[in-house]
């Protein structure tokens, strides 16, 4: 009986043999639909294993046309986080180890959480908390680094300046917005990018490629080593080199003359189109943009009423007084208006059907070259008058407008010239519809009178009155400003370098020349006559009726091969002599012979002194300078 | 007690070995070690995986050792473990109880006894002194495991080291000695008991796996709940079609099938209603489908006068009843927090950073193994310790993600061929005592391996316990070789057996 019943039993042997069969085959079906149906895991196991790290390029150098360096790289440390190992770090040490207050941390992980402002937001890498900090913090910082799991330092290098100069024309950089992030893939959360200046014109060129490393990190967040020996890590390509069209002597020159006053100076190499110096005044120190404290600053050079931030040079439009003439006798003579010869009476000025232009007293009447050389005011309105009036030329006023417009655009004026910095303003230059508007149709050249002598709705900005004189240097043509010389390894945008001659004959152009130079042997211009080279010269007292009378010079040296063109101009600086002659002849003589004399030296200090306004925050106050006549 | 004569008959120990099982432990071994290597690999040591300050270079150490002692063992006379299996069974459960008191504290474990520079744990070597007295006491003459009176015998053998062992806070060892209930199963326990009690397991860890999910997207039901009542459905037809009255043939089975389909259109009605109609909680209706069978088979029972009707019915309602108990207890008596430790020590905590992780983590090192994994020692998630106690639990995760699919294929085939081996060798045994203690080994196989690589696959609760011959580890080696090489004895020695009888 025993043994039937383990007959019986036996059989069990079927059943226990069959559940291990069966799980073995269940444990296999499901390994496969775990390795061969789907891809998910590897690529859950490659997010686990690599950690991808960017290496950041050496952002390219900058320096000035003689090599000097102007703005290069210094080593900064950022504070990382990784969120999901970061519990349990003692807030209190942390933030007094970082010298920041408790509400400011927290502040600031709301921030690296908050996956609006922070889209590449992910709990497993790590986010910066701090950026930039100075050696010093970075020091104290470290020591107790290994107090904080899931805190690391990312060493990054900021911007460092070797001159207190040419901020509106270096720039900054800064972290990049939300909108920066949008606009171009190449950021991530904690980047910087050129915020102003060359830094963010060039940008693209500066900042040079991302590199790749790809390194194995294990389950505690430890680098254990590249993957495949590095094999597919990509090394970062450094930004290229930035060789600046200025000499930061000049530069320096110039600021220091523009001190407490407001304005610009522009000088442009006429051959190249070169930017030799671009003054925006006042200014600040571009040091004061590095690293944390750039924020702070920046909201305090906000605030400042004159505006510190922008760069009057490209940004600022204004009436161009009578450095304007010398387009208008341009556009007289190649139009057959006017002769060298064709004199225009004035006494005291322009005087017409009860209209009045204002002039001073001088001999009448004058042909042209004197006419230039005296500002007369009263040759410039009748030549417009005359081309305006002629019916026998354009049809209509309109047909006169439009031609005049013309000239004006091809020298320059009205559009943006294309500088390689951000933020250029195109000035004014009023075409037939613009007055057609305003007067209703009704009106004529006696009308639109001003715009001869650079006055009424003409607006120009400081680097189109420097390419004024920069296209009369060259008898003819102008090359685009730019303020980048050479990009390392890379040519220069064929915008650079080609020729734009205006719609006036290379001869006409001998003739305002003449005009010039006579303006600095006898007229206006005389301060800025020295035995070493010709100057030519012409100077601009711009009306403004919101105050003192703008003071402008445009000039160039020498007369023949000329090295540089200038525009002054500093606003509220009265007579055009008063300021802008002076302080262009210092900085012709600055460039041309490399340094000041003694006397110039004097000179340059008398005027770092005169102030237009009170430097320090107060209300602007005008000083009255000695009335020299223009 | 044998003449020599006899004795020299006999033929060589060589010759009566079973080699095949040998064959397969040795290559166990071998693949075991090459995933110890991929696991332990440290990338600031590299290149030094024999050098015996590393763990692959300890398990040569640990290998090397197990071969002697299964050398060894096979010198020594198979008669001797028979002689000697209740002292060992008795010093086993001195050295148990001793151990709480004798142990330092790993990782909250007390099972671990420091014996020079090298820790043992005697819960691993206990088995197979548990499987010894089991065979021994089973081959005693007149002894029936269907006798309660030596069933529970039985039951005391295995559940006095348990205890033992639960005391010294390693459940999951302690749970591998439930593995013995297949041997008994074997040597005559009814097998409704075996059935009953996987029932209740299945619907423990199915009820509360899926308690918090709805079910087809009715946020009103339970998915756990209605899973369970599906099942006791399912069990009950099944019983039924199996134990049901054999006399009244075919029309019997008709009858269940039919009261199948009811129950089944209940459901779905109730489950159609929640879901297109007015959400509710029509888990209900199912549970009243299950109800209402059970007490048409007690009607059944009475009828016809058929005990199995009784039972089944017992069954069905005793499933219901111990699954809302069960529920009830886990919910309204139970401290949240003790309700998170038995979710997390079933694996079914969704805790990232809790056993949650570690299943994450191993799917995804043997998933990114593919079809040929990435070859020897090229696995990042196993070597980069992804995957935690990736040389000891979770060792099966190396050989997914370094040998692919193929790699586990021959893993698990290999396995399964050594248990079906021991099964043959187990049945081949002219006494009792041999054939127990072969079905003790295989049971203990079987469930490591089950619940091992199921917990590593995310199909069965995370529950501690080595992969034989792969997890690192000389208490886990030895205790297996051990454990392998006494049934391989006791195998060699059967043809003596018979050439005594003859």
Redesign the interface.
């Known amino acids: 009986m025993k043994a039937e019943n383990n007959y019986e039993l036996e059989k069990r042997k079927y059943v226990i043999g069959g559940a291990a069969v069966v799980i073995i085959i269940v444990y296999l079906l499901r390994l496969f639909t775990l390795q061969l149906l789907s891809e998910d895991f590897k690529v859950s196991a490659d997010s686990n294993a690599f950690l991808k790290r960017i290496q950041y390029p050496a952002r390219g150098a900058i320096s000035d046309r003689n090599g000097k360096l102007l703005v290069y790289n210094q080593p900064a440390y950022d504070v990382m986080v990784t969120m999901i190992e970061q519990v349990g770090v003692d807030t209190l040490d942390l933030c007094e180890s970082l010298d920041i207050t408790r509400e400011w941390y927290e502040h600031r992980m709301e921030e690296i959480k908050d996956r609006k402002r922070n889209p590449g937001y992910s709990s497993y890498t790590q986010q910066l908390f701090m950026s930039q900090l100075s050696t010093e913090e970075f020091s104290r910082f470290q020591e107790k680094l290994f107090r904080f799991p899931g805190f690391y330092i990312r060493k990054r290098s900021i911007r460092q300046y070797n001159y207190p100069n040419a901020a509106h024309l270096l720039g900054d950089v800064g972290e990049v917005g939300p909108e920066d992030i949008e606009a171009d893939k190449y950021y991530r959360s904690g980047d910087y990018i050129g915020k102003l200046g060359v830094e963010r014109s060039y940008e693209t060129v500066l900042r040079g490629e991302k590199g790749m490393e790809i390194l194995l990190r294990d389950a505690k967040g430890r680098i254990k080593g590249r993957y495949q020996n590095g094999k597919f890590d990509r090394a970062p390509i450094p930004g290229r080199n930035l060789t600046m069209s200025i000499d930061i002597e000049l530069q320096a020159l110039g600021e220091r003359l523009m001190k407490g006053k407001l304005g610009s100076i522009v000088a442009i190499e006429p051959s190249t189109g070169e930017v030799l110096c671009m003054v925006s005044s006042p200014t600040y120190d571009p040091r004061i943009m590095i690293g944390r404290q750039r924020g702070k600053s920046q909201k305090q050079l906000a605030k400042d009423p004159h505006k510190p931030l922008l760069n009057r040079a490209i940004m600022g439009q204004y009436p161009p007084g009578s450095t304007f003439k010398t387009s208008q006798a341009l556009t007289y003579l190649q139009e057959g208006i006017i002769t060298p010869a064709t004199a225009f009476p004035c006494s005291r000025g322009f005087h017409f059907r009860g209209l009045t232009v204002g002039c001073h007293g001088h001999g009448s009447p004058l042909p042209l070259v004197p006419a230039i050389a005296t500002s007369c005011n009263g040759y410039f309105c009748w030549g417009l008058y005359y081309m305006f009036g002629n019916r026998s030329k354009y049809k209509t006023v309109q047909d006169a407008m439009t031609t005049w417009k013309d000239y004006m655009v091809s020298m320059g004026f009205g559009y943006k010239l294309g500088i390689d910095l951000p933020g250029e303003k195109r000035g004014m230059i009023p075409n037939a519809k613009y007055y057609d508007k305003a007067y209703k149709k009704s009106w004529s050249g006696l009308t639109v009178i001003s715009i001869s002598i650079g006055q009424g709705e003409v607006n120009l900005t400081p680097l189109q009155i420097a390419n004024l004189g920069a296209t009369i240097a060259n008898r003819g043509y102008y090359i685009v400003p730019h303020v980048i010389k050479e990009v390392q390894g890379m040519p220069l945008d064929t915008l650079y370098t080609k020729k734009h001659y205006t719609k006036v004959d290379r001869h006409h152009y001998e003739t305002v020349v003449a005009g010039m130079r006579q303006a600095v042997l006898g007229g206006t211009c005389r301060v800025a006559n020295t035995s070493f080279y010709e100057v030519c010269g012409k100077t601009g007292t711009a009306q403004n009726p919101h105050g003192q009378d703008h003071s402008v010079f445009m000039g160039f040296a020498p007369r023949e091969d000329p090295k540089i063109a200038i525009c002054v101009y500093v606003e509220n600086g009265s007579w055009g002599a008063t300021y802008g002659v002076p302080i262009g002849a210092l900085m012709m003589e600055q460039y041309i012979n490399g340094k000041l004399s003694e006397a110039s030296q004097t000179r340059a200090t008398e005027f770092e002194n005169k102030h237009l306004y009170r430097v320090d925050n107060g209300p602007q106050t005008i000083v009255n300078s000695q009335n020299e006549k223009l | 007690m044998k003449n020599s004569k006899q004795e020299k008959k006999a033929p060589s120990l060589f010759k009566s070995l079973d080699w095949l099982t040998i064959f397969i432990y040795v290559v166990l071994l071998a693949l075991g070690w090459m995933s110890v290597c991929g696991a332990s690999y440290d ?2 040591q590299a290149g030094s995986i024999i050098d015996f300050s590393t763990r692959s270079g300890m398990q040569i150490v640990w290998i090397g050792s197990s071969l002697l002692l299964a050398s060894l063992i096979l010198m020594t006379d198979d008669r001797l473990f028979e002689t000697l299996s209740y002292i060992i069974y008795i010093c086993f459960i001195g050295l148990l109880f001793a151990t709480p008191f004798l142990a330092h504290d790993i990782k909250g474990s007390m099972s671990w006894i420091k014996i020079g520079n090298s820790s043992i744990q005697p819960a691993e070597f206990a088995k197979f002194g548990v499987a010894l007295c089991l065979a021994k006491v089973i081959s005693t003459y007149n002894f029936d495991v269907r006798k309660w009176r030596d069933f529970i015998i039985c039951i005391a053998i295995i559940v006095v080291p348990m205890g033992l062992i639960i005391m010294q806070k390693e459940t999951g060892t302690a749970l591998v000695y439930s593995a013995f209930f ?1 041997m008994l ?4 326990m009814p ?1 409704c008991l075996l059935f009953t009690a996987l029932s209740a397991v299945v619907y423990f860890v199915v009820g509360v796996r899926f308690a918090e999910d709805p079910l087809l997207g009715v946020e009103e039901m339970s998915l756990g709940h209605g899973l369970v009542m599906f099942l006791i459905q399912i069990f009950t037809t099944g019983l039924l079609l199996v134990y049901g009255n054999k006399e009244q043939g075919t029309k019997n089975k008709s009858t269940f099938i039919r009261m199948f389909l009811y129950m089944l259109l209940i459901d779905c009605a109730a489950i159609f209603v929640a879901r297109y109609i007015y959400p509710c909680n029509s888990v209900w209706a199912m549970v009243f489908a299950c109800g209402a069978s059970g007490l048409y088979l007690l009607y059944l029972a009475l009828r016809d006068r058929f005990l199995q009707y009784c039972l089944i019915a017992l069954f069905t309602l005793g499933s219901m009843g111990f699954f809302y108990s069960a529920d009830f207890v886990m919910n309204r008596i139970m401290e949240p927090h003790q309700q998170t430790r038995i979710r997390v020590l079933l694996g079914l905590e969704d805790d990232p950073r809790g056993a949650g992780y570690n299943v994450i ?1 191993a ?9 040929e994994g990435k070859g020897f020692l090229n696995g ?2 196993t ?4 995957v ?1 106690e990736q040389d000891t639990d979770f060792i099966f995760c190396t050989v ?2 370094e040998e ?2 193929i790699g ?2 021959i893993v ?2 290999l ?2 061929s050594l ?2 081996r021991l ?1 043959y060798l ?2 081949r045994q002219p006494y009792t005592f041999g054939r127990v203690y072969g ?1 003790s080994v ?2 203990i196989f ?1 469930f490591h ?2 619940i091992n ?2 917990m590593v ?1 995310g ?1 069965t609760p995370v529950i501690g316990i080595p992969l034989p011959f792969f997890s690192y580890g000389g208490s886990s080696l030895w205790g297996f070789t051990i454990l392998l090489f006494i049934f391989l004895r006791i195998d060699a020695g059967r043809l003596r057996v018979h050439n005594s009888k003859q």
């Open positions: 990338y600031d297949l199963y074997r040597e005559g097998g983590q799917k995804i090192a043997i998933g990114s193994g593919g079809l990042t998630q070597k980069l310790k992804y935690p997914g993600e692919g699919f586990c294929a698990l085939l396995f399964l248990i079906l099964l187990s049945e079905y295989l049971s079987l391996v089950f690589v199921g696959l199909l």
